[in-house]
Nanobody, 126 residues
């Protein structure tokens, strides 16, 4: 079975940092592009960041997190990370890891992903 498991969420102060990790099992990890999405109460799920399959040579970011968040992958560990710096209260949400086999037309779209994790809560206080 395919399983994605996020970790690293919690409470942070505005301006602080958190690092989220997602470990995948049951799939050939390097063959999947990986994405991070977030969902805050009362809002639609939104794209945060994505990284291409294989070596992860291409990365994509939502404008709202560009310059603050960094996505990376470690195929040897079957993990994708999201380093979040300069956190803002509006970053508060449940963050989800997602996997898409090989390429997709638009990794910013949640509809292209095959598998999803359970989510991890990130709360940023002002």
């Amino acid at each position: 079975q395919v399983q994605l498991r996020e970790s690293g969420g919690g409470l942070a102060q505005a301006g602080g940092s958190l690092k989220l990790s997602c470990v995948a099992s049951g799939l050939t990890f390097s063959n999947y592009a990986m994405g991070w999405f977030r969902h805050a109460p009362g809002k639609e799920r939104e794209f945060v960041a994505a990284i291409s399959w294989s070596t992860g040579g291409s990365t994509y970011y939502a404008d709202s997190v560009k310059g603050r968040f960094t996505i990376s992958r470690d195929n040897a560990k079957n993990t994708v990370d999201l380093q979040m710096n300069s956190l803002k209260p509006e970053d508060t949400a449940v963050y989800y890891c997602a996997a898409r086999r090989y390429s997709a037309n638009d990794l910013r779209s949640d509809s292209v992903y095959n598998y999803w994790g359970q989510g991890t809560q990130v709360t940023v206080s002002s």
